[in-house]
C-alpha cells in the first residue's frame, strides 16, 4: 500500500472536510490523519490529509480532479509522495548547522538527502568532505555583488532540489536573485527572534538592549530581507552575566534545534504559506 498526502486550500465554504473525505472513501483511499484549519481572519480553508491505497492508473489524479471540481473557485488541491527530499545547503563559515544536517541525513534521523553544499569560502569544504557530498566554493571577494550572484545561480543550477537551506549564509540575497525561485523554496535560520533584531549582528543587538531572552527563527526567504514566512521559532532566557559572545555561543544550539523542527516540517508537507504568514501542522 502506497501512502500520500492530501493538500487541500480553498475558500471556506459548508461541508468541505464531508467532499473531501467522501471523494477519498469514493476512490478507495484510506485516511491514516487529518488535519484542518480555518483562517478566520479571511475565511480560509486549509486541510491536510494522510491517505494509502492503490495509485495506479491514474487513480489519485481522477481523485484530485474531483476534489478541484467540488471546491470553491480558487482552491488548490494536490498529491505529494512520502518520499526523501533533496535538500542544497548554502553557507559561509560557521559549522554548527551544517553539521547538524549532514549528521542527520547520515544518520537517518531526517528523511533528506543533501545533494551539495555550496559556500562562499571553502572553510566548511573539509567537513562536507567527510560525508562525501560535493562542495562548490563561488567566492565574493574581489567582485561585484551581481556577478557574485551570477556565479552562484549557475552553480545552484548544477544540483537538482527540492529546498535550498540557508545554514548560516552570511550574505544578504538581493530581491532578483531570490526571485530566481519558488515561493517556499529557500529556508533560512535566523540567529534572533524575529521580527526583533534583523539583519547583521543580532546578538549584538541584544547585548546592547540587555534583553532576558535570545531566540532563532526559520522562515521562508523572501525578497524582504528577514521578512519571509516564519515557520519555527524558539528561546531561551540569558541574564546580565551573558556577554554578546556568549549569548551568540547559546544561541547556536537554539538554532540547530528551531531549523531542526522547521525542515522537519516542512519536508514532510505540513507546511502551507498563507500571505507572509504560514499554517503549520
Not at 478566520?40 to 495509485?55: K, L, P
Not at 551568540?248 to 507546511?271: H, P, S, Y
Request: a negative charge; hydrophobic letters at 40%; aromatic letters at 8%.
Amino acid at each position: 500500500m502506497e501512502r500520500r498526502i492530501l493538500l487541500t486550500e480553498c475558500p471556506d465554504a459548508k461541508g468541505l472536510i464531508a467532499m473531501i473525505t467522501g471523494a477519498c472513501f469514493r476512490h478507495q483511499f484510506n485516511i491514516i490523519k487529518n488535519d484542518q484549519f480555518v483562517s478566520e481572519a479571511d475565511s480560509r480553508f486549509f486541510m491536510r490529509t494522510e491517505i494509502e491505497g492503490d495509485f495506479e492508473n491514474g487513480n489519485g489524479d481522477r481523485m484530485v480532479d474531483e476534489i478541484l471540481s467540488s471546491i470553491p473557485a480558487g482552491g488548490r488541491c494536490r498529491l505529494e509522495p512520502e518520499t526523501r527530499k533533496k535538500i542544497l545547503i548554502l553557507v559561509t563559515k560557521e559549522p554548527h548547522v551544517l553539521g547538524d544536517l549532514l549528521m542527520k541525513s547520515y544518520s537517518g534521523a531526517m528523511p533528506i538527502d543533501i545533494v551539495g553544499v555550496i559556500g562562499n569560502y571553502s572553510v566548511l569544504e573539509d567537513l562536507t568532505a567527510k560525508f562525501n557530498i560535493p562542495y562548490v566554493t563561488v567566492s565574493h571577494e574581489g567582485i561585484s555583488r551581481e556577478e557574485h550572484e551570477k556565479r552562484m545561480l549557475e552553480a545552484i543550477s548544477k544540483f537538482e532540489s527540492d529546498y535550498i537551506v540557508l545554514a548560516k549564509y552570511m550574505r544578504i540575497l538581493s530581491p532578483e536573485f531570490v526571485n530566481h525561485f519558488p515561493k517556499g523554496k529557500m529556508i533560512n535560520i535566523h540567529h534572533s527572534f524575529l521580527p526583533a533584531f534583523m539583519g547583521a549582528k543580532p546578538y549584538q543587538q541584544a547585548f546592547d538592549r540587555g534583553v532576558k531572552i535570545i531566540g532563532a527563527t526559520a522562515h521562508f526567504v523572501t525578497e524582504s530581507l528577514d521578512e519571509g514566512p516564519i515557520i519555527a521559532q524558539d528561546v531561551i532566557k540569558v541574564n546580565h552575566n551573558y556577554s554578546a559572545e556568549s549569548m551568540a555561543r547559546a544561541g547556536r544550539d537554539v538554532e540547530r534545534m528551531v531549523l531542526d523542527r522547521a525542515l522537519g516540517r516542512v519536508i514532510a508537507d505540513k507546511v502551507f504559506i498563507h500571505g507572509n504568514k504560514t499554517v503549520v501542522f
